[in-house]
């Protein structure tokens, strides 16, 4: 079964610091990729996706993520966030043969001004 | 809004009391799902309808919970005999079926809390 790994569930930055964010999920066949944000009070929105192609995807509000397959990981970075990326992140995968999305548990982030 | 609409946002319901919730998925999108979210924890998938056939369901979902989605257009998600392990943010996702159909678009959820 496939399941996700976010190793961190608080993280807390300055304005204009860079954020990256981990990801790691177990499935050894093909995969797609996203990561969602969950600003407060509102729902999820998709940040970005990987289905194929470039490992190099890049997102909306600034955000990038790279897919290492070899590592099996997906990491969510910015190179300057500001305080209203406060919001949670979740990472998430789908194997292309199901509909279901499988979540990680989320990593919190919260931006001092 | 042509987004994802759920109905109640919040329901307060005692333990041993049935509810219903509503889903509006996007117009057009013949993919519907549902997930469970407590605190703490990202989304789980509950079930999934492809048009008005529920084609997934998760172990989760127990014998007392019960999702229909008559016409393909809105489905419903019943909670028989609630109890506080119930207690959660339950959300709607849907999605086109075309190659894009891996990407869902999520509603707002609605907020159980059982007493």
């Known amino acids: 079964a496939q399941s996700v790994s976010q190793h961190n569930h608080h993280v807390i930055l300055s304005e204009a610091a860079s954020l990256e964010l981990g990801c790691n999920y177990s499935y050894g066949g093909t995969v797609n990729l996203f990561w969602y944000v969950q600003y407060p009070g509102q729902h999820l929105q998709l940040l970005l996706k990987y289905f194929s192609g470039d490992p190099l995807v890049k997102g909306i509000k600034g955000f990038e993520a790279e897919f290492i397959k070899s590592k099996f990981s997906f990491n969510l970075r910015k190179p300057s966030v500001q305080w209203s990326d406060t919001a949670e992140y979740f990472c998430a995968v789908n194997v292309p043969s199901a509909s279901k999305i499988i979540f990680g548990s989320g990593t919190r982030l919260s931006i001092r001004p | 809004d042509t987004g994802v609409s759920q109905d109640p946002r919040h329901k307060i319901t005692k333990r041993g009391q049935n509810v219903t919730f509503r889903c509006d998925p996007i117009s057009e999108h013949n993919r519907l799902y549902w997930y469970r979210q407590t605190l703490g924890q990202g989304p789980e998938f509950l079930t999934y309808f492809q048009n008005e056939a529920q084609l997934e369901k998760s172990r989760l979902l127990s014998d007392r919970f019960s999702a229909e989605r008559p016409k393909g257009s809105f489905s419903t998600l019943e909670i028989q005999r609630t109890e506080q392990g119930d207690s959660a943010m339950y959300l709607c996702?849907?999605?086109?079926?075309?190659?894009?159909?891996?990407?869902?678009?999520f509603g707002p959820g609605t907020r159980l809390t059982v007493t």
């Open positions: 996702a849907s999605s086109p079926g075309a190659a894009s159909s891996y990407e869902q678009y």
